[in-house]
Structures are given as structure tokens and as C-alpha cells.
């Protein structure tokens, strides 16, 4: 019964490719997110999504492409992969000032 | 521009004595401030919030923040710190100049270490 999910957990993979990470979230949320965090640690968000409609976009490279088929699901895809790709990205759905987070997808570009 | 920082990288404390995690703020207006949790190799849990109200707020797993206006702080407590404490600490703010509630601006982390 895992609130927010996302697949793969592990994501290797050679530069160039193009790859997606899928996310689902069964807390009736509206609103849902990708964040990355670096190497370091470091958190910053990528997109958000409110009942399927992109709201936020933070200056994330157009490589990366959400899409968010209903407000349960918001998949990542991502093109022509670089080695600063190299990170873990989170899904996150949101009520109440809270944000319910996914337990990550490590992706290593090799 | 709205920021938050964690002056500390690393805390190191004994099991059963009190925890300290500082956070200080830099935002206009008021500020909707957070501690969030990571245990290894998972998403980051939601320990509390504060909003507005009591300057003193309870949360999760027995910790407790206090909101200090005048020195723009939001340092997260705990009375008698577990093992299993053991994680790494992010502090938020909320972006007030989005009206997303979940776009949340993070400090860098600390990582608290607890010892038996």
C-alpha cells in the first residue's frame, strides 16, 4: 500500500539514451513533483503538476519531458542522457503544506 | 531571494542527551517553514511544520521546532536523541512567490549522527 511509487529503483545506462522513470501516487493528490537531488545532497525541484497540467517548470533543461496521463501517475523522460544527468530524482505528491515523497530512482549515466 | 541554511554539515550526539539541528531563514513576508527527514536510501518524510500560531511546533518521532522570528531561526529539538535517529535533516521554505504549496526551497542538509 506505498503511497507515492516510482520505477525503476536503480536506472544505469549509457549517455545518449533515453530513458523514463514512472511515478504513481494513490493519496488522491492533485498536485504532484519531480525533484532532483544532486551528488551533495542537494534538492531542488524540477517540475509540478496540478490535475495533470504542467505548472512549474524550473528551468529544467527541455531534454527532460514530464507527462502526467492522470492526476494519479507523472512519468519523467528523459533524452539524449548526459553524465550531469547523474542523480537521484524523487516524485513527491502534496496536501495540506505537506509533501509525500517516493523513495527515489538513482540514475547513473555511464 | 528566499533561502534557508544549515550552518552544520554533521551532528554528532550521544544517544539519550538532547539534539540541536539549526536552521536559519531568509525570506520577505511571513515564512511557512519545514524539517524534513531522509534515512538511507529512501524519499524524504515530513517531521513538521510551521505555519503560523504557537512558535513552539510538535512533530513526528518526538521532535519539536521553534520558530524565532527575531533571529530568523527555526532549529529543530529533540529532548533525548535515538539511534535510530541517526539520518540526514533538511529544513524548507516554502517559495512564497509561488502559490504551489509543494514548491518548496531546501537547505543543504545536515546529518545527524547518534552513538550509543
Known amino acids: 500500500d506505498t503511497a507515492v511509487s516510482q520505477t525503476p529503483k536503480y536506472l544505469v545506462t549509457q549517455m545518449g539514451n533515453d530513458k523514463s522513470i514512472k511515478c504513481e501516487q494513490n493519496?488522491?493528490?492533485?498536485?504532484m513533483y519531480w525533484y532532483k537531488q544532486d551528488s551533495k545532497k542537494f534538492l531542488k525541484i524540477m517540475f509540478s503538476y496540478n490535475n495533470k497540467e504542467l505548472i512549474i517548470n524550473e528551468t529544467v533543461p527541455n531534454r527532460f519531458s514530464p507527462k502526467s496521463p492522470d492526476k494519479a501517475h507523472l512519468n519523467l523522460h528523459i533524452n539524449s542522457l548526459e553524465l550531469g544527468d547523474s542523480a537521484v530524482y524523487f516524485c513527491?505528491?502534496?496536501?495540506?503544506?505537506?509533501?509525500?515523497f517516493g523513495s527515489g530512482t538513482q540514475l547513473s549515466v555511464l | 531571494a528566499q533561502s534557508v541554511a544549515q550552518p552544520e554539515d554533521q551532528v554528532n550526539v550521544a544517544e539519550g542527551n538532547p539534539l540541536t539541528v539549526k536552521c536559519t531563514y531568509s525570506v520577505s513576508g511571513n515564512p511557512y517553514l519545514f524539517w524534513y527527514v531522509q534515512y538511507p536510501n529512501r524519499g524524504l518524510q515530513f517531521l513538521l511544520k510551521?505555519?503560523?500560531?504557537?512558535?513552539l511546533v510538535k512533530g513526528s518521532y518526538g521532535f519539536e521546532a521553534e520558530f524565532n522570528k527575531s533571529q530568523t531561526s527555526f532549529h529543530l529539538k529533540k529532548p533525548s536523541a535515538l539511534v535510530s535517529d541517526s539520518a540526514l535533516y533538511f529544513c524548507?521554505?516554502?517559495?512564497?512567490?509561488?502559490?504551489?504549496?509543494?514548491?518548496?526551497?531546501f537547505g543543504q542538509g545536515t546529518t545527524l549522527q547518534v552513538k550509543p
Open positions: 493519496l488522491g493528490h492533485d498536485t
Open positions: 510551521y505555519i503560523t500560531g504557537d512558535n
Open positions: 513527491a505528491s502534496s496536501s495540506n503544506e505537506k509533501l509525500f
Open positions: 524548507a521554505v516554502r517559495d512564497i512567490l509561488s502559490s504551489n504549496t509543494g514548491k518548496l526551497i
